[in-house]
């Protein structure tokens, strides 16, 4: 609530009369006597209570009385006579007396603290000219309805006015018609007070940046068309201005100028902090704490899209910022207490700061990419528009950036950072510049004066140091908040740059980096460790690297005591204390205390006396890498100047032994020469890791080994060996199991259960052997191990899962749900809940799950809850029958009889308030949170339960269920503490192909989502949902190898992310083939191979991804205004909305103008360059091999009449974008229907693709398979002849390719925007049409056909001709010169496109505001790769290339080569296109002649007497007999999956009939929902014509004449998670054939299988009536 509010100083300019008389501090909220304003408190009559005389400032007097002398505050400890005679010279004696700068500090007061004195005198005096800054608020804004309240009463309001109207001025494209009719309101100070300057400046501001916006998107940025030019508004320009306001409106351009210079800014320009920290609306006022402006309690004020991405993630950056509210005043506390050398004082505020910050990294988590997290959703697709906006008015001014909110470079100042040299160092200079004058003045107050770090080392108080400590990770550590904003961002820019951002605020480094967001990562990784540098040092790893390693712990502690916590006598989970006195550590209830364990001193000694260490323990080693950073960090963690050497027994102790991984028995394994038969045996297990440890296959080791190779392999004169053998330990993870309210705790506790393993067998000899792990073994040893008490000292280190914490609302009902000693966590929980809130606070529910009753953790402390109504605790024992019933009337425990059973049973009994508990406040229930803990057993017990309770009670389907539990992940009220529990996975299962794991992309409903991580292939689907970063970053790595991601996210190193992916494991992935002798050629065909089916896998995603909304799934959703933002695109107030069309406009330009450019562009001419060289290097001398012309059919294909239709209808789109004369209102749904269609095609194109390239990846293992073959010894070139057979193979896959694309322009062409029977008023549409004709000149000749849109003359569509003409190939000089060609004007045309370093910080922002018709940052990247690589290759080659193209000509078709490696008879050329159909190159399973009848001229041509000439195929026998496996393999796939991909028919089919317009998304016939539209109808098989073979039936036949070797056994059935689900949108069952083969699907293991599709054949069914469009080739 704010003094506008109040009926009198609402009505008398927004202040109160009285409240303010005697005032001069800003934060004064003393209202006049009787005043009922509850923001207001009573005063009383401060001048008698204190005798201050009347008519002076009572604050004033009272601060000026406190004030001491400077004596009195700098010399209270004046040395001694003993201490002053010590001092020996003058300078000595002269330093008892003060420093200048201290004296100076205490005559003004602390600088910091002066800066917010200042500017809270001043600040509401000027309207906050200088910035906002105060004790009280911080960096924000004290009233935010103070700046818009004044500029609403002056003729500025008109600024405010279009603003707020601002979303539907875009939805109808009229954003610049509306600016340009504003009058000229000057911002002078006669006409703008500076009350309301905060309020114009961002007004202003965001006007011009929409308005630059759309002259730079107003549908001319794509395709464009001829015909149509867009006209600028008639009205004065603001040129003169300077060029950030070039081509805006004099109405709003003047004004922004005058205002930006009024407040500073020299030159115009849109901050991130306007845009959302001062763009705000608060909705209570009272509602502080922790912080007032946070995400739940704001609107955005003026968006400008009105779009849920633009708002959340606005909302989300200022709540940032926000959260930093009460930080300016914590550091200028603390340089107060540095200057008074206040050691508790300012212990005390560093805490403070400390919590501050540990509670930043929650606001990031507002900003969501789940799209069931309800407000906080993010679709990244919109947000990419709110990208494009943002940029800069020019590359001089500043961008808006995130390191232009307050706590980035407040923080660095406060931690004393020196280095700025990263991009972004050098960004946060740059910008630093640009801030506020307040926030520049306390950033150097806190840089240049009493730096507190420097107080801190000097003081030597380790407290001070530990919370110095705390302070370094909280703010820039790996799991503070500048590393969970690196991983934020790397998130959301991996989507992004995936699906069209060209250029994002990181994308800015080297040009040479393929993937952008693994460049902004880096830049993030640099800008951090020069924020640690001061610390820790040069770091030589990136920060990734550092989690879940000992880098992490940072303190010494030690053991204090070991306590039972139930009555089990083996004490299987103990009460572990530990001793953190003076060490600076706090926590939070929900942290983590992460321990370095140490090793039993019995399994130290066993590794010690077989490698003969025993009197050698104390020898200090030499050590490199990892153990040399262990040995410096353990210095610094005790506080030691000089490093101190690890010794043999450092090693031992803190060291990997147990258990055995594949790493460790491989150095064993070579050490000894593999001479250890026990080693062997080891080698030989069929699961890791191996249940034992170091000193156990050493001692067994020793007993079968020569002793001379044992002493070569462990000499004792050199002991640098031990630590290249035994790699460091990595911390174990607890979960803290108390809390305390002291400033710093003395004690921390940790429940731990004893983990046991029985002992492998090869070590036990045949015995049962237990085992206890090495950290729990360690902390919790059995009972009579107990009795010596060790004083080991431990590292640790403290961390606070972002997902695992308690809700900010005390209020809030809570249940935990436990397994074991997952109860941990939960006891930190109630002691806070209890401790803060006492018995008024929210409802506690605990659902336990344990064996027995002795087993019942912490049985007292619960009845004493129970007790007092505090919580209600219900437990289930699986095996025990004496159970606890909790009674609600007498509030205890009772004994009862109940059968053994889990804890999901237990749920179901308790299933109403459960699922109460579970759905959300907006579906009806409580909102409550839910916790589990546990292992990955106690996760899905429970997990079980509750859908069972939410089923049982709420819901009549599983799918409702589903959504009440995603909506509650989602919302992030469900949160997982999941333990790592070791599980061995099995290691001989069969692997998976890549081709296998492309095919799981999920992108299509019901089909499942697959992810390759370290060798391991898991099935994410289930896990989606719970996902924090949601599923669209999941869905953006599906389908191929996202290890990389993995590391960069820390993943790899996280026990938590490690067990839960145990429960996801699918089988191991096929690794690459071990090419061997001279076979470099292969290897790297294959790893650019794999490469491209990674780009198709990645393209296809990221398509379906930013289109998943242009095919309708938005179009029920609600158009109405909502201060939350809508996510509808196609509506808005239920009118067409422009921005789906602008989208749609954007992403069919990208792809039809670059041509699929990841796909058909650069990395498509690299393979066809490197694998034409293969065969034509091969070839015999004096054979001209004739190659497909796969670029040239590219080139067709994109120049084609086809393709030329299909631009023009685009480039007619774009007309749409800016609302042309309103033409969008008459072709509304048309647009829409054709947008749908047109996606639904792109996306089966590239699935298409990847199944092809699947094929040819699978032929890789195929090749590799053959090489033991006897073959190979009776060709002395046989891995020649491989690379011949295998680009052979290739070849014929990309030439099928090339041809595709002519089908998809083919397909594509027959659809159309223009549909008057769609719309609601056919009439209007049709009258629509005939004045845009007229208008344009066309319909004045209409009779002559020519394309005047993009293409003045087009190419007939290629595929039609190489169909019939099969003399389509060229020989190997026209394949380099069409690469010559595209290296020649790459240089040229692709220099400006390709991303290279910028020559300033501001032209890398600027830059994000390009046309969005370029291709997307990664198909620009890595096209950019692929030119250099091509370039380099023809370098290295030229010779040979050379010495190829002067071979004597002797025509060979490539036609004849295939089919000699077929063995199959020459053809007559009559016969033709029978042989088309045998080779798999025609129209399968249909008569060519019957569907699509050949012009006369192309069946001519096929005649051609120089088809065939000899039949010599320049190919070697044993190539030939390869490439005719290759053939057979994939033909022996398409007889068991094919798929038969049904045409383009003609528009009037694929666009419905008025009649159906009810039910524009019709789920039950469409796969997607197509807005206006039902699918493409299915081919029945009555259309095929059974009675002449398929090209599929033929090849095997054919191939079944021939002997030869599989590649290995393969099951009958193939997967039937490797069947390709046959999509009743636009394709049908292929036949009998493949009929059965999906019948046949069922329940095969992790196969290695070949891919199981290859020959795609189309029928383009429906151009029969069309035929006369297709002109003879010329």
């Given at each position: 609530?704010?003094?506008?509010?109040?009926?009198?100083?609402?009505?008398?300019?927004?202040?109160?009369?009285?409240?303010?008389?005697?005032?001069?501090?800003?934060n004064?909220?003393?209202?006049?006597?009787?005043?009922a304003?509850?923001?207001y408190?009573?005063?009383g009559?401060?001048h008698?209570?204190?005798?201050?005389?009347?008519?002076?400032?009572?604050?004033?007097?009272?601060?000026?009385?406190?004030?001491?002398?400077?004596?009195?505050?700098?010399?209270?400890?004046i040395?001694s006579?003993?201490?002053?005679?010590?001092?020996k010279?003058?300078?000595?004696?002269?330093?008892?007396?003060v420093?200048?700068?201290?004296?100076?500090?205490?005559?003004l007061?602390?600088?910091a603290?002066?800066v917010?004195?200042?500017?809270?005198?001043?600040?509401?005096?000027?309207?906050?000219?200088?910035?906002?800054?105060?004790?009280?608020?911080?960096?924000?804004?004290?009233?935010?309805?103070?700046?818009?309240?004044a500029?609403s009463?002056?003729?500025?309001?008109?600024?405010?006015?279009l603003?707020?109207?601002?979303?539907?001025?875009?939805?109808?494209?009229?954003?610049?018609?509306?600016?340009?009719?504003?009058?000229?309101?000057?911002?002078?100070?006669?006409?703008?007070?500076?009350?309301?300057l905060?309020?114009?400046?961002?007004?202003?501001?965001?006007?011009?940046?929409?308005?630059?916006?759309?002259?730079?998107?107003?549908?001319?940025?794509?395709?464009?068309?001829?015909?149509?030019?867009?006209?600028?508004?008639?009205?004065?320009?603001?040129?003169?201005?300077?060029?950030?306001?070039?081509?805006?409106?004099?109405?709003?351009?003047l004004?922004?100028?005058?205002?930006?210079?009024?407040?500073?800014?020299?030159?115009?320009?849109?901050?991130?902090?306007?845009?959302?920290?001062?763009?705000?609306?608060?909705?209570d006022?009272?509602?502080?704490?922790?912080?007032l402006a946070?995400?739940d309690?704001?609107?955005?004020?003026?968006?400008?899209?009105?779009?849920?991405?633009?708002?959340?993630?606005?909302?989300?950056?200022?709540?940032?910022?926000?959260s930093?509210?009460?930080?300016?005043?914590?550091?200028?506390?603390?340089?107060?207490?540095?200057?008074?050398k206040?050691?508790e004082?300012?212990?005390?505020?560093?805490?403070?700061?400390?919590?501050i910050?540990?509670?930043?990294?929650?606001?990031?988590?507002?900003?969501?990419?789940?799209?069931?997290?309800?407000?906080?959703?993010?679709?990244?697709?919109?947000?990419?528009?709110?990208?494009?906006?943002?940029?800069?008015l020019?590359?001089?001014?500043?961008?808006?950036s995130?390191?232009?909110?307050?706590?980035?470079?407040v923080?660095?100042?406060?931690?004393?950072?020196?280095?700025?040299?990263?991009?972004l160092?050098?960004?946060?200079?740059?910008?630093?510049?640009?801030?506020?004058?307040?926030?520049?003045?306390?950033?150097?107050?806190?840089e240049?004066?009493?730096?507190?770090?420097?107080?801190?080392?000097?003081?030597?108080?380790?407290?001070?140091?530990?919370?110095?400590?705390?302070?370094?990770?909280?703010?820039?550590?790996e799991?503070?908040?500048?590393?969970?904003?690196?991983?934020?961002?790397?998130?959301?820019?991996?989507?992004?740059?995936?699906?069209?951002?060209?250029?994002?605020?990181?994308?800015?480094g080297?040009?040479?980096?393929?993937?952008?967001?693994?460049?902004?990562?880096r830049?993030?990784?640099?800008?951090?460790?020069?924020?640690?540098?001061?610390?820790?040092?040069?770091?030589?790893?990136?920060?990734?690297?550092?989690?879940?390693?000992?880098e992490?712990?940072?303190?010494v502690?030690?053991?204090?005591?070991?306590?039972?916590?139930?009555?089990?006598?083996?004490?299987?989970?103990?009460?572990?204390t530990?001793?953190?006195?003076?060490?600076?550590?706090?926590?939070?209830?929900?942290?983590?205390?992460?321990v370095?364990?140490?090793?039993?001193?019995?399994?130290?000694?066993?590794?010690?006396?077989?490698?003969?260490?025993?009197t050698?323990?104390d020898?200090?080693?030499?050590v490199?890498?990892?153990?040399s950073r262990?040995?410096?960090?353990l210095?610094?963690?005790?506080?030691?100047?000089?490093?101190?050497?690890?010794?043999?027994?450092?090693?031992?102790?803190r060291?990997?032994?147990?258990?055995?991984?594949?790493?460790?028995?491989?150095?064993?394994?070579?050490?000894l020469?593999?001479?250890?038969?026990?080693?062997l045996?080891?080698?030989?297990?069929?699961?890791?890791?191996?249940?034992?440890?170091?000193?156990?296959?050493?001692q067994?080791?020793?007993?079968?080994?020569?002793?001379?190779?044992?002493?070569?392999?462990?000499?004792?004169?050199?002991l640098?060996?031990?630590?290249?053998?035994?790699?460091?330990?990595?911390?174990?993870?607890?979960?803290?199991?108390s809390?305390?309210?002291?400033?710093l705790?003395?004690?921390?506790?940790?429940?731990?259960s004893?983990?046991?393993?029985?002992?492998?067998?090869?070590?036990?000899?045949?015995?049962?052997?237990s085992?206890?792990?090495?950290?729990s073994?360690?902390?919790?040893?059995?009972?009579?191990s107990?009795?010596?008490v060790?004083?080991?000292?431990?590292?640790v280190?403290?961390?606070?899962?972002?997902?695992f914490?308690?809700?900010?609302?005390?209020?809030?009902?809570?249940?935990?749900?436990?397994?074991?000693?997952?109860?941990a966590?939960f006891?930190?929980?109630?002691?806070?809940?209890?401790?803060?809130?006492?018995?008024?606070?929210?409802?506690?529910?605990?659902?336990?799950?344990?064996?027995?009753?002795?087993?019942?953790?912490?049985?007292?402390?619960?009845?004493?809850?129970v007790?007092?109504?505090f919580?209600?605790?219900?437990?289930?024992?699986?095996?025990?029958?004496?159970?606890?019933?909790?009674?609600?009337?007498?509030?205890?425990?009772?004994?009862?009889?109940?059968?053994?059973?889990?804890?999901?049973?237990l749920?179901?009994?308790?299933?109403?308030?459960?699922?109460?508990?579970?759905?959300?406040?907006?579906?009806?229930?409580l909102g409550?949170?839910?916790?589990?803990?546990?292992s990955?057993?106690?996760?899905?017990?429970?997990?079980?339960?509750?859908?069972?309770?939410?089923?049982?009670?709420?819901?009549?389907?599983?799918?409702?269920?589903?959504?009440?539990?995603?909506?509650?992940?989602?919302?992030?009220?469900f949160?997982?503490?999941?333990?790592?529990?070791?599980?061995?996975?099995?290691?001989?299962?069969?692997?998976?192909?890549?081709?296998q794991l492309?095919q799981?992309?999920g992108?299509?409903?019901?089909?499942?989502?697959?992810?390759?991580?370290?060798?391991?292939?898991?099935?994410v689907?289930?896990f989606?949902?719970?996902h924090?970063?949601?599923?669209?970053?999941?869905?953006?790595?599906?389908?191929?190898?996202?290890?990389?991601?993995?590391?960069?996210?820390?993943?790899?190193?996280?026990?938590?992310v490690?067990?839960?992916?145990?429960?996801?494991?699918?089988?191991?992935?096929?690794?690459?083939?071990?090419?061997?002798?001279?076979?470099?050629?292969?290897?790297?065909?294959?790893?650019?191979w794999?490469?491209?089916?990674?780009?198709?896998?990645?393209t296809?995603?990221a398509?379906?991804?930013?289109?998943?909304?242009i095919?309708?799934?938005?179009?029920?959703?609600?158009?109405?205004?909502?201060?939350?933002?809508?996510?509808?695109?196609?509506?808005?107030?239920?009118?067409?909305?422009?921005?789906?069309?602008?989208t749609?406009?954007?992403?069919?330009?990208?792809?039809?103008?670059?041509?699929?450019t990841?796909?058909?562009g650069?990395k498509?001419?690299e393979?066809?360059?490197?694998?034409?060289?293969?065969?034509?290097?091969?070839?015999?001398?004096?054979?001209?091999?004739q190659?497909?012309?796969?670029?040239?059919?590219?080139?067709?294909?994109?120049?084609?009449?086809?393709?030329?239709?299909?631009?023009?209808?685009?480039?007619?789109?774009?007309?749409?974008?800016?609302?042309?004369?309103?033409?969008?209102?008459?072709?509304e749904?048309?647009?829409?229907a054709?947008?749908?269609?047109?996606?639904?095609?792109?996306?089966?194109?590239?699935?298409?693709?990847?199944?092809?390239?699947?094929?040819?990846?699978?032929?890789?293992?195929?090749?590799?398979?053959?090489?033991?073959?006897?073959?190979?010894t009776?060709?002395?070139?046989?891995?020649?002849?491989?690379?011949?057979?295998?680009?052979t193979?290739?070849?014929?896959?990309?030439?099928?390719i090339?041809?595709?694309l002519?089908?998809?322009?083919?397909?594509?062409?027959?659809?159309?925007?223009?549909?008057?029977?769609?719309?609601?008023?056919?009439?209007?549409?049709?009258?629509?049409?005939?004045?845009?004709?007229?208008?344009?000149?066309?319909?004045?000749?209409?009779?002559?056909?020519?394309?005047?849109?993009?293409?003045?003359?087009?190419?007939?569509?290629?595929?039609?001709?190489?169909r019939a003409?099969?003399?389509?190939?060229?020989?190997?000089?026209?394949?380099?010169?069409?690469?010559?060609?595209?290296?020649?004007?790459?240089?040229?045309?692709?220099?400006?496109?390709?991303?290279?370093?910028?020559?300033t910080?501001?032209?890398?922002?600027?830059?994000?505001?390009?046309?969005?018709?370029?291709?997307?940052?990664?198909a620009?990247?890595?096209?950019?790769?692929?030119?250099?690589?091509?370039?380099?290759?023809?370098?290295?080659?030229?010779?040979?290339?050379r010495?190829?193209?002067?071979?004597?000509?002797?025509?060979?078709?490539?036609?004849?080569?295939?089919?000699?490696?077929?063995?199959?008879?020459?053809?007559?050329?009559?016969?033709?296109?029978?042989?088309?159909?045998?080779?798999?190159?025609g129209?399968?399973?249909?008569?060519?002649?019957?569907?699509?009848?050949?012009?006369?001229?192309?069946?001519?041509s096929?005649?051609?007497?120089?088809?065939?000439?000899?039949?010599?195929?320049?190919?070697?026998?044993s190539?030939?007999?390869?490439?005719s496996?290759?053939?057979?393999?994939?033909?022996?796939g398409?007889?068991?999956?094919s798929?038969?991909?049904?045409?383009?028919?003609?528009?009037?089919?694929?666009?419905?009939?008025?009649?159906?317009?009810?039910?524009?998304?019709?789920?039950?016939?469409?796969t997607?929902?197509?807005?206006?539209?039902?699918?493409?109808?299915?081919m029945?098989?009555?259309?095929?014509?059974?009675?002449?073979?398929?090209?599929?039936?033929?090849?095997?036949?054919?191939m079944?004449?021939?002997?030869?070797?599989?590649?290995?056994?393969?099951?009958?059935?193939?997967?039937?998670?490797?069947?390709?689900?046959?999509?009743?949108?636009?394709?049908?069952?292929a036949?009998?054939?493949?009929?059965?083969?999906?019948?046949?699907?069922?329940?095969?293991?992790?196969?290695?299988m070949?891919?199981?599709?290859?020959?795609?054949?189309?029928?383009?069914?429906?151009l029969?009536?069309?035929?006369?469009?297709?002109a003879?080739?010329?």
């Open positions: 609530m704010s003094e506008h509010s109040c009926p009198v100083s609402g009505s008398i300019g927004g202040r109160c009369p009285v409240g303010h008389a005697g005032s001069t501090r800003s004064s909220r003393m209202g006049p006597r009787g005043c304003f509850s923001g408190g009573q005063p009559d401060i008698a209570a204190f005798d201050i005389p009347r008519g002076v400032d009572a604050e004033e007097w009272l601060r000026m009385r406190e004030r001491k002398s400077i004596n009195q505050l700098l010399y209270t400890n040395p006579v003993q201490e002053i005679d010590a001092a010279t003058q300078a000595e004696i002269d330093a008892f007396n420093h200048e700068q201290d004296l100076l500090a205490v005559a007061g602390a600088p603290r002066q917010m004195l200042r500017a809270e005198e001043i600040g509401p005096k000027t309207g906050w000219i200088d910035g906002y800054l105060s004790a009280e608020h911080g960096f924000c804004p004290p009233d935010y309805e103070e700046a818009v309240g500029l009463r002056t003729p500025g309001r008109i600024w405010a006015d603003c707020e109207r601002m979303p539907g001025c875009v939805a109808r494209g009229r954003v610049q018609e509306s600016v340009a009719a504003l009058p000229l309101v000057e911002g002078t100070k006669e006409v703008i007070p500076d009350q309301a905060w309020a114009a400046v961002v007004a202003l501001g965001m006007l011009c940046s929409i308005y630059r916006f759309e002259s730079k998107n107003d549908g001319s940025e794509g395709i464009t068309s001829a015909r149509t030019k867009r006209k600028k508004p008639n009205v004065p320009m603001g040129d003169d201005l300077g060029e950030e306001l070039v081509g805006i409106p004099r109405s709003i351009a004004p922004y100028y005058q205002i930006s210079r009024r407040m500073g800014r020299t030159l115009p320009h849109l901050s991130f902090p306007d845009q959302s920290s001062y763009n705000i609306k608060i909705r006022p009272t509602s502080n704490y922790p912080y946070r995400f309690n704001i609107d955005l004020r003026w968006p400008v899209f009105g779009e849920k991405a633009e708002i959340a993630f606005l909302k989300g950056c200022a709540d940032t910022s926000a930093f509210q009460h930080g300016p005043d914590a550091i200028a506390a603390c340089q107060e207490h540095v200057m008074n206040n050691v004082g300012l212990l005390r505020e560093m805490i403070r700061l400390k919590e910050l540990e509670r930043m990294p929650n606001a990031f988590h507002s900003i969501n990419v789940n799209p069931n997290s309800g407000e906080n959703y993010v679709p990244v697709h919109q947000w990419i528009r709110w990208g494009k906006f943002s940029t800069p020019s590359k001089r001014c500043p961008a808006s995130g390191l232009q909110f307050p706590p980035f470079l923080m660095d100042a406060f931690l004393g950072r020196k280095k700025y040299t990263s991009f160092g050098n960004e946060g200079v740059h910008l630093r510049a640009w801030l506020p004058s307040n926030l520049r003045a306390f950033i150097a107050a806190i240049y004066h009493y730096r507190i770090p420097e107080f801190v080392q000097q003081s030597g108080d380790p407290r001070l140091m530990g919370v110095l400590d705390g302070i370094i990770e909280a703010y820039t550590g799991r503070g908040f500048m590393g969970t904003h690196r991983y934020k961002v790397f998130g959301i820019l991996e989507i992004a740059a995936k699906i069209g951002r060209t250029e994002t605020n990181g994308l800015s080297a040009s040479d980096a393929s993937r952008p967001w693994e460049e902004t990562h830049q993030f990784s640099d800008a951090m460790k020069e924020r640690l540098e001061p610390y820790r040092g040069d770091l030589p790893v990136e920060p990734h690297q550092m989690r879940g390693t000992f992490e712990c940072r303190y502690t030690r053991v204090l005591n070991r306590s039972h916590v139930d009555s089990d006598p083996t004490r299987s989970i103990a009460l572990v530990l001793d953190i006195q003076d060490t600076g550590i706090t926590f939070m209830p929900g942290d983590r205390l992460a370095m364990p140490l090793n039993s001193w019995e399994e130290c000694a066993k590794v010690a006396a077989a490698l003969g260490l025993e050698r323990i020898d200090p080693v030499n490199t890498g990892t153990w262990f040995e410096q960090h210095s610094s963690v005790r506080r030691m100047t000089a490093a101190r050497r690890l010794t043999v027994a450092d090693i031992l102790r060291g990997h032994l147990a258990p055995i991984t594949k790493e460790l028995a491989l150095k064993i394994h070579s050490l020469a593999a001479s250890s038969n026990t080693v045996q080891v080698l030989a297990t069929d699961e890791w890791p191996v249940r034992g440890s170091l000193g156990d296959l050493l067994d080791a020793l007993l079968d080994t020569p002793a001379h190779i044992w002493d070569k392999a462990f000499n004792l004169d050199n640098s060996w031990l630590a290249d053998l035994i790699p460091v330990e990595v911390p174990r993870t607890y979960s803290i199991a809390y305390t309210d002291e400033l705790p003395s004690t921390v506790d940790l429940a731990i004893r983990a046991e393993y029985k002992l492998c067998s090869t070590f036990s000899n045949q015995e049962d052997i085992r206890a792990g090495v950290a073994g360690f902390f919790n040893p059995h009972p009579p107990d009795d010596m060790s004083d080991d000292e431990i590292l280190g403290v961390s606070r899962p972002l997902a914490q308690l809700p900010l609302d005390h209020m809030a009902p809570c249940a935990f749900f436990a397994g074991g000693s997952g109860i966590p006891r930190s929980f109630w002691q806070y809940r209890l401790t803060t809130d006492g018995l008024s606070g929210g409802k506690n529910y605990l659902y336990l799950g344990v064996q027995s009753r002795e087993k019942f953790c912490f049985e007292e402390e619960l009845r004493e809850y007790n007092a109504d919580m209600e605790v219900h437990v289930a024992f699986s095996r025990d029958s004496r159970g606890l019933a909790y009674d609600p009337h007498s509030h205890d425990l009772v004994e009862k009889h109940i059968p053994p059973r889990y804890i999901d049973t749920i179901v009994e308790q299933g109403a308030t459960i699922s109460d508990l579970a759905m959300s406040k907006k579906q009806g229930g409550g949170y839910l916790y589990v803990c546990g990955v057993a106690v996760f899905d017990s429970v997990m079980n339960g509750i859908r069972k309770a939410i089923y049982t009670h709420c819901t009549a389907t599983m799918e409702n269920v589903d959504l009440i539990v995603n909506k509650a992940f989602a919302e992030r009220r949160m997982l503490d999941v333990f790592m529990t070791p599980k061995p996975l099995p290691c001989n299962l069969p692997t998976i192909p890549l081709s492309a799981h992309t992108h299509r409903p019901g089909s499942r989502m697959w992810i390759g991580v370290h060798g391991s292939v898991y099935d689907t289930d989606c949902p719970m924090p970063g949601g599923t669209q970053i999941v869905k953006s790595n599906a389908g191929v190898d996202c290890s990389k991601s993995f590391d960069n996210l820390a993943h790899t190193n996280n026990p938590e490690a067990s839960l992916l145990t429960k996801y494991f699918v089988g191991h992935l096929t690794p690459k083939p071990d090419y061997q002798g001279g076979e470099e050629e292969i290897s790297s065909l294959y790893d650019l794999a490469a491209y089916l990674r780009t198709t896998v990645e296809l995603v398509h379906q991804i930013e289109m998943h909304e095919q309708g799934a938005s179009i029920k959703s609600s158009s109405s205004y909502d201060p939350v933002g809508i996510t509808n695109i196609w509506l808005r107030e239920d009118l067409p909305n422009t921005i789906a069309i602008r749609f406009y954007s992403y069919q330009s990208r792809l039809l103008q670059g041509g699929f990841a796909l058909f650069a498509l001419q393979l066809v360059l490197k694998l034409s060289f293969s065969i034509a290097s091969a070839s015999r001398a004096g054979a001209n091999i190659l497909p012309d796969v670029l040239g059919a590219v080139a067709r294909a994109n120049t084609s009449t086809d393709a030329v239709a299909c631009m023009n209808e685009v480039a007619l789109v774009g007309q749409f974008v800016c609302g042309a004369e309103g033409a969008l209102r008459f072709q749904r048309g647009v829409f054709y947008a749908a269609k047109s996606v639904e095609l792109d996306i089966e194109l590239l699935e298409d693709l990847r199944q092809e390239i699947g094929t040819g990846m699978d032929a890789f293992d195929s090749i590799a398979a053959a090489y033991g073959s006897a073959d190979r009776q060709d002395p070139d046989f891995e020649a002849n491989r690379l011949t057979a295998l680009s193979f290739l070849l014929q896959i990309l030439e099928r090339a041809r595709r002519g089908i998809f322009y083919a397909q594509l062409s027959q659809c159309s925007v223009y549909h008057p029977e769609l719309e609601r008023n056919p009439a209007r549409t049709r009258w629509a049409l005939v004045r845009r004709c007229i208008r344009d000149g066309s319909l004045f000749v209409m009779a002559h056909k020519a394309a005047t849109d993009v293409l003045t003359v087009g190419q007939q569509s290629s595929y039609y001709m190489s003409n099969p003399n389509q190939n060229v020989d190997f000089d026209s394949v380099m010169s069409q690469v010559r060609a595209t290296l020649g004007s790459a240089q040229i045309e692709t220099q400006p496109s390709i991303p290279q370093q910028p020559l910080l501001n032209a890398v922002h600027q830059a994000r505001g390009r046309s969005s018709g370029d291709a997307s940052a990664v620009t990247r890595e096209n950019a790769g692929a030119l250099r690589a091509m370039n380099n290759f023809v370098e290295k080659n030229s010779k040979i290339i010495r190829l193209s002067k071979m004597p000509p002797m025509p060979m078709s490539f036609e004849e080569l295939q089919r000699s490696a077929l063995g199959l008879p020459h053809t007559p050329p009559a016969e033709s296109h029978d042989a088309m159909q045998m080779m798999g190159l129209i399968k399973g249909h008569d060519m002649a019957g569907r699509l009848p050949t012009p006369p001229s192309s069946r001519g096929s005649r051609s007497p120089s088809r065939v000439r000899g039949s010599s195929t320049g190919m070697s026998a190539a030939e007999m390869l490439l496996k290759l053939n057979q393999s994939r033909a022996r398409n007889s068991l999956h798929r038969n991909a049904s045409s383009a028919t003609h528009h009037s089919q694929h666009l419905p009939n008025h009649s159906q317009l009810s039910h524009p998304l019709n789920h039950h016939h469409a997607y929902p197509v807005v206006g539209g039902l699918p493409t109808p299915p029945t098989s009555a259309g095929m014509h059974t009675g002449k073979p398929t090209a599929h039936t033929a090849l095997s036949s054919a079944g004449n021939l002997h030869m070797n599989t590649r290995r056994p393969r099951s009958e059935a193939p997967s039937a998670l490797m069947t390709p689900r046959v999509r009743s949108a636009s394709r049908s069952s036949g009998s054939v493949a009929g059965h083969g999906h019948a046949a699907a069922a329940g095969m293991g992790h196969m290695s070949h891919s199981t599709t290859s020959l795609r054949a189309f029928k383009l069914r429906g029969v009536d069309a035929g006369d469009r297709f003879p080739p010329t």
